[in-house]
């Protein structure tokens, strides 16, 4: 296989995507039965790899029937209206929330070129393609579709956002998570333990709701997680329980912490000085060995959006 895609048994691949750093943004392909859907796309950089894992696995742009973003975050689905130009017989769903940014993506591009700049906005993403609306549908809480013989299960998940769904595949009992179920970097693992922590990415964080999806996917037992950041994690049950309490009490940490320094003077710094106090602790305890300052440059994209996503939480009444 190219060093990009990697089985996961069971018809499940993971591919990595490219965005910003090798293991660090994965999209997904499923294929049961010569049919194929995929879950997240990372951006338009990354559609190459998304067909030539298709062209690797003997398969014609013909077999996907799905696209399926977890939420219309460029990192998970700013390649979505690109592939689907080369996927004649697929359609996108998406949240309904999250449908109309990429059948008419101004407005998500707007947004985006107002943080990063157009320079910025090229090198990391590449211009967004459109969805024809006929090509397009928004998903349901609840809703059940199948890709070949199996099921997929997709329900709704706040929490990160409020356009967020996730989608359980019966088969594998994996949970495709998007950004509700944290950020997992293989760089952390310590003798194959994963460190999980929550992502507060602006505008949309909800603590409450968070847990409350996080516990709706736990009712299913899932034996595992995988994540768009970055990878499975979990084999077992148990596994997937002990990571969820690890994410709870860090989740309950921040919360604390952040409201802690609601009326801060430069509230942001401070906010991302306590985020990676924070996390070099957790990381401490988790017994991760690499050198400090390597922990917190693998961090900085995260503490610096996270910060920025809890200042947003913090100035809502609801906070």
């Not at 996927?87 to 309904?96: D, G, K, Y």
């Not at 407005?107 to 107002?114: C, E, S, V």
């Not at 090198?123 to 024809?132: D, F, H, N």
């Not at 293989?186 to 964080?205: A, I, M, N």
Request: charged share 20%; glycine share 8%.
């Amino acid at each position: 296989m190219p060093p990009y895609l990697l089985s996961l048994g069971t018809g499940l691949y993971r591919i990595d995507t490219a965005f910003q750093r090798d293991d660090f943004d994965a999209a997904y392909l499923i294929i049961d039965q010569g049919r194929a859907a995929f879950i997240d796309t990372g951006t338009n950089h990354a559609v190459p790899r998304l067909l030539g894992a298709l062209a690797h696995l003997g398969l014609a742009p013909e077999a996907v029937d799905w696209v399926i973003p977890t939420h219309v975050h460029l990192d998970h689905a700013g390649g979505v209206g690109l592939l689907m130009q080369s996927l004649p017989s697929a359609r996108l769903l998406a949240h309904p929330r999250g449908l109309r940014h990429l059948v008419d993506p101004r407005a998500l591009w707007a947004g985006a070129l107002a943080v990063y700049g157009d320079e910025e906005m090229q090198r990391s993403y590449g211009q967004l393609q459109a969805v024809p609306a006929e090509r397009a549908e928004a998903s349901m809480d609840g809703q059940r579709l199948h890709v070949g013989g199996r099921e997929l299960l997709l329900i709704d998940t706040p929490g990160h956002a409020r356009h967020h769904h996730c989608i359980f595949d019966a088969q594998s009992g994996c949970w495709f998570t998007g950004d509700t179920f944290g950020l997992s970097y293989r760089e952390f693992d310590v003798d194959g333990r994963p460190w999980l922590f929550p992502t507060s990415t602006p505008v949309q964080f909800d603590p409450p709701a968070l847990k409350q999806s996080m516990q709706r996917m736990l009712d299913l037992r899932p034996q595992g997680m995988l994540l768009t950041h970055f990878g499975r994690v979990g084999h077992s049950e148990a596994e997937v329980r002990e990571l969820h309490q690890h994410l709870l009490v860090l989740l309950d940490e921040t919360t604390a912490l952040s409201l802690s320094l609601r009326e801060a003077d430069d509230r942001h710094e401070a906010l991302k000085q306590a985020q990676a106090a924070l996390y070099l602790r957790a990381l401490a305890d988790h017994g991760c060995t690499l050198p400090v300052e390597r922990q917190l440059a693998l961090l900085a994209m995260d503490i610096e959006l996270n910060a920025q996503g809890i200042g947003v939480w913090l100035d809502k009444p609801a906070a």
